[in-house]
């Protein structure tokens, strides 16, 4: 017991999922792509995680590295424990055995990820029959039972249908109805809306906070869509050239960020109120990952980049409560430009 | 320019904007040497390709006869040299009409569409259906035999490969947006065709064209082994291979060189056909 | 309140578009001919009227399906229409031919959504707009390569992206080139099929800037096509709301995002995430699926998925009437 320290009442629980130094790294003809490069961090239960960045960011790469989903040329280092198991350490078939049952993975186009020439009942029951040893009759039962959870209408006879019968949004449905179909208890989501139309990734997306309250999971969410992000995270961690330059709960990192590019980000997306005035772009383009520049990858970009952004790489430190940022400047930021809505 | 920046442009360095391809080189090196020996076949050959020595039948390659000699007592080694001009014709006229009829019905086919489409659709299903080799030995065999009509005959058939290769290049570079956008520029359809679209689907044509000129020598090769190609005593690497059948046992060199010259020149163009391969690939 | 020009008052119609209408046959298989089914058509646009005044920005904005890109391409004729009629200038567009279409391509361009396919990938930038001048004869030809170093200054690219090919820029940079070649013929009107949408985010801000600047400086007519409604909002003067080959709103932006009428609109706009993390909601903008055009509903074409169906929604199709200031909208609902 600890004998002075009083107990604080507000104390976090432990992390269902504990990322340290992940780096990925591709090697390619053109040089070595750091794709991730050094991604720190913790996620707990219950909470959505947004990892939010552009393209070259890093952010669906890091996704996949979590549960080794990286093939040759690229190669994964680094730490990844899932409730107190340590994924890059597990035999294939442990790693399989995790992978489906208890964190599962949605993608952005359901059309590639569903198999064209099985019908949907048969995709459910097979992630079924790996995971759980159910008979016949309660594995059907089981998938009717998912596809009602989903939201999709006359669930029994669809069991029937193929993937392209359904709709765009349909489809999504039915993907997220095969990865909750072992109960997993954390969701790793790939730009899952990104295809769809607004109101059907208005559906997708509160369909899926509705099932993590259900089922109590956690959720990692990928996208580059700042609404999407604003919507449906708790917290959120902004990705740029392959490391995390920014984690914060969605609320702070919206009204005040602490870090440059998340600033220039939200100053270039359009608000409301504003009408027909110049946006604050960032100038330039996302920078070439086999070519980085010494220093924070984003100081070519930056406005407020000095020379000791040019030289040394920021750490991403602890900068208050609950929020981390790369930024040396971080308390030298601007607020973002308008209210948002 | 208000709030953007000049932004920079990737640096291109001068070897990624023309890619040395050591494939093509290596390819139009040995072209090179072959259209030398195809042009001025006297300067390297010793002898007249057609020259009888009947003191000197059936000899083992020595120093006065490289390749040695054959039943005629016929220089070996001068007939591959001189056999080499009538076999680059062949290759030559073998693809040039089909290709570039082939191109132009399968850019307009696809282009166009409606019957000229269809009417290609059913010739090259008809043609497709048939071994190449039965229809042209069949076409020789109606015209006589003879170089001519070999061309003739694969000329008549082989076009609609290439028709069929640009058309269906042709049918998706159409929808291309760079295509729309040549059209919402008010272009006419002759620019679009020609300056936009024939540069974009040409090129699996043209790769096609260097298989098939290797392809056509061992056409003529074969044909001559027949009798239905080059007629003797002209020097063709296959009619010189179907002459030294006979001796495979005792003067195995009459068709081995030959032989090793067909392999040669095939392997040629195949490389030729690997690096343009390459090279047309369009950059993203 | 807008850094930029506003439209010329009192507005003057430049492109008017009545009852526009089209249809994209599905090939009949044999089969379908055996059971005797109907031949099916995706029904695009059914019955497009609209009016794009000089000097606005018009932002049309839809799900898929809505028909807003086979719009954007009827207007500059890349499609033709069925029926209906589009006036530009007093020109009868649909029946142009020859020359007069020429002369019309001219005055209306066309920039396409995707920076990787809308330029020819074996032509350099500087080629690309040569040929652009040349061929509608801009420029004599001594004085065509300054023309096309004064369009490269002008979207803000450097003077020797002439000599370089496509594959050599970034897909904002080739947005940049594809804007500079449709300017190369000085036209009056810009219709913007999903500009920025393939772009980064960090990106599309600079090319919208570009777009805003650009149509200050040299008077033009934009009819932005897009789906997100948040840049639609920033840059439109006026925003035509499509559902299903149908425009079932049209307003001054603010009174449409503020005040929208449709409750196809209301839903859209409920939908689209906004950025403030402080107002979730829970509940869902709009339920069921988007339609097929293969397979139109009767009547209204919302009816379907609408909170407020009535009756006559399901027989009669609302027609777009006036109802306030500049604001139209298509919707029995508000006829009561």
Redesign the interface.
């Known amino acids: 017991m600890n004998g002075s320290n009083v107990a604080t009442p507000t104390s976090k629980p432990a992390p269902v999922l504990s990322v340290q130094e992940l780096r990925t790294v591709f090697h390619t003809p053109r040089g070595v792509l750091p794709a991730v490069d050094g991604v720190d961090f913790d996620l707990y239960p219950g909470e959505v995680l947004g990892l939010v960045g552009e393209s070259g960011s890093g952010k669906s790469v890091t996704l996949r590295s979590l549960v080794r989903l990286i093939r040759a040329p690229g190669v994964v280092t680094g730490s990844v424990r899932w409730q107190d198991r340590e994924i890059m350490h597990m035999s294939e078939d442990d790693l399989r055995e995790v992978r489906g049952a208890e964190i599962s993975m949605i993608f952005q186009e359901p059309i590639s990820a569903l198999n064209p020439v099985l019908t949907v009942g048969e995709q459910i029951k097979e992630t079924l029959r790996e995971h759980t040893n159910l008979n016949a009759r309660e594995l059907d039962d089981h998938a009717v039972q998912l596809l009602d959870l989903v939201g999709i209408p006359s669930a029994r006879q669809r069991l029937q249908s193929f993937p392209h019968q359904f709709s765009g949004g349909m489809r999504q449905r039915v993907m997220i109805a095969i990865a909750l179909a072992s109960n997993p208890k954390l969701l790793l989501a790939d730009e899952p809306t990104t295809a769809l139309d607004v109101t059907i990734q208005d559906q997708i997306l509160k369909l899926i906070l509705r099932l993590k309250e259900q089922l109590g999971m956690s959720v990692i969410l990928v996208t580059h869509d700042l609404g999407v992000v604003a919507q449906t995270c708790d917290r959120v961690a902004v990705m740029y050239a392959g490391r995390i330059v920014e984690m914060a709960p969605v609320v702070d990192l919206f009204q005040q960020p602490r870090h440059a590019y998340t600033l220039g980000l939200l100053n270039s997306v359009p608000g409301s109120g504003a009408n027909r005035q110049p946006l604050l772009p960032i100038p330039g383009s996302p920078p070439d990952l086999t070519a980085l520049p010494p220093g924070c990858p984003f100081a070519p970009r930056c406005s407020y980049a000095t020379d000791a952004c040019r030289t040394d790489r920021p750490s991403l430190v602890a900068i208050g409560a609950h929020r981390l940022s790369a930024c040396i400047h971080h308390d030298q930021l601007a607020l973002p430009r308008e209210v948002k809505s | 320019m208000a709030a953007t920046a000049a932004p920079a442009i990737t640096t291109t360095r001068l070897r990624s904007r023309y890619r040395p391809n050591r494939t093509l080189l290596a390819g139009l090196c040995v072209l090179a040497i072959l259209l030398v020996l195809a042009f001025f076949p006297s300067v390297i050959a010793p002898y007249s390709p057609t020259d009888f020595d009947y003191k000197a039948i059936l000899q083992p390659p020595s120093w006065q006869h490289f390749f040695g000699t054959d039943n005629f007592g016929r220089d070996v080694f001068s007939r591959v040299i001189w056999a080499t001009r009538i076999d680059m014709q062949i290759a030559l006229f073998t693809t040039l009409f089909p290709f570039f009829f082939g191109s132009i019905v399968g850019a307009a086919a696809g282009f166009y569409g409606k019957w000229l489409d269809s009417l290609l659709n059913i010739i090259s299903n008809i043609v497709v259906v048939f071994p190449f080799l039965v229809l042209v030995i069949a076409i020789v065999a109606f015209l006589g035999p003879g170089l001519t009509n070999m061309y003739i005959a694969v000329s008549v058939v082989g076009w609609v490969a290439y028709a069929r290769l640009v058309r269906g290049e042709m049918l998706v570079q159409k929808q291309a947006e760079y295509a729309l956008a040549a059209r919402v520029m008010g272009f006419a359809p002759a620019r679009i065709i020609g300056r936009h679209l024939l540069p974009n689907v040409i090129a699996p044509s043209i790769v096609y064209w260097m298989t098939a000129m290797s392809l056509g020598i061992l056409l003529g090769a074969s044909l001559g082994y027949l009798g239905l190609g080059a007629q003797p005593p002209t020097a063709e690497w296959g009619l010189m291979v179907a002459d030294g059948k006979n001796f495979m046992v005792t003067a195995p060199w009459i068709a081995t060189f030959p032989a090793l010259a067909l392999t040669i020149a095939g392997i040629t163009f195949s490389l030729i056909g690997d690096g343009l391969a390459d090279l047309l690939r369009p950059r993203r | 309140?807008?850094?930029?020009a506003d439209p010329i008052n009192p507005p003057v119609d430049l492109l008017t578009i009545e009852d526009l209408r089209k249809s994209f046959p599905v090939n009949r298989s044999p089969i379908d001919w055996m059971r005797r089914r109907p031949a099916r058509a995706v029904r695009a646009l059914n019955g497009i009227s609209l009016q794009v005044r000089k000097g606005e920005?018009l932002g049309v904005v839809g799900?898929?399906g809505c028909g807003k890109s086979t719009l954007a391409r009827c207007i500059?004729?890349?499609y033709a229409a069925d029926t209906g009629k589009v006036t530009f200038a007093g020109l009868d567009v649909l029946g142009l031919t020859g020359s007069n279409?020429?002369a019309?391509?001219?005055r209306v361009?066309?920039v396409?959504?995707?920076p990787?396919?809308?330029?020819?990938?074996?032509?350099s930038v500087g080629a690309t707009l040569r040929?652009?001048i040349l061929?509608?004869k801009l420029r004599p030809k001594h004085a065509v390569d300054a023309r096309v170093a004064e369009l490269l200054d002008l979207v803000?690219?450097?003077r020797?992206?002439a000599g370089?090919?496509p594959?050599?820029?970034?897909g904002?940079?080739r947005q940049r080139v594809?804007i500079a070649?449709c300017l190369a013929?000085e036209p009056e009107c810009l219709v913007a099929d999903e500009l920025v949408s393939a772009l980064?985010?960090?990106?599309?801000?600079?090319i919208?800037?570009?777009l805003?600047?650009l149509q200050e400086q040299l008077h033009l007519t934009v009819i932005f096509v897009a789906?997100d409604?948040?840049?639609v909002?920033?840059?439109?003067?006026r925003v035509a709301v499509m559902y299903l080959g149908s425009v079932v709103e049209l307003a001054d932006?603010?009174d449409i995002?503020q005040q929208p009428q449709h409750p196809y609109t209301q839903?859209?706009i409920?939908?689209?995430?906004?950025?403030?993390?402080?107002?979730?909601s829970?509940?869902?903008?709009?339920?069921g699926?988007?339609p097929?055009p293969l397979d139109l509903p009767t009547g209204c074409p919302f009816h379907p998925r609408c909170p407020f169906t009535m009756d006559r929604c399901r027989t009669e199709k609302p027609q777009l009437k006036l109802r306030a200031d500049n604001h139209f909208t298509a919707c029995h609902l508000i006829d009561d």
């Open positions: 309140m807008s850094a930029y920005t799900e898929s500059v004729r890349l279409l020429r019309y391509h001219r361009q066309m396409f959504q995707d990787f396919n809308s330029l020819n990938p074996r032509m040929e652009a061929v509608h803000g690219l450097p020797d992206a370089r090919l594959h050599e820029f970034s904002g940079q594809a070649r013929l980064d985010v960090s990106v599309q801000a600079q919208i800037n570009l805003l600047q789906h409604l948040r840049l909002r920033h840059i439109s003067h932006t603010e995002f839903a859209l409920a939908a689209a995430p906004t950025l403030d993390p402080t107002r979730k829970v509940v869902e903008a709009v339920h699926e988007l097929s």
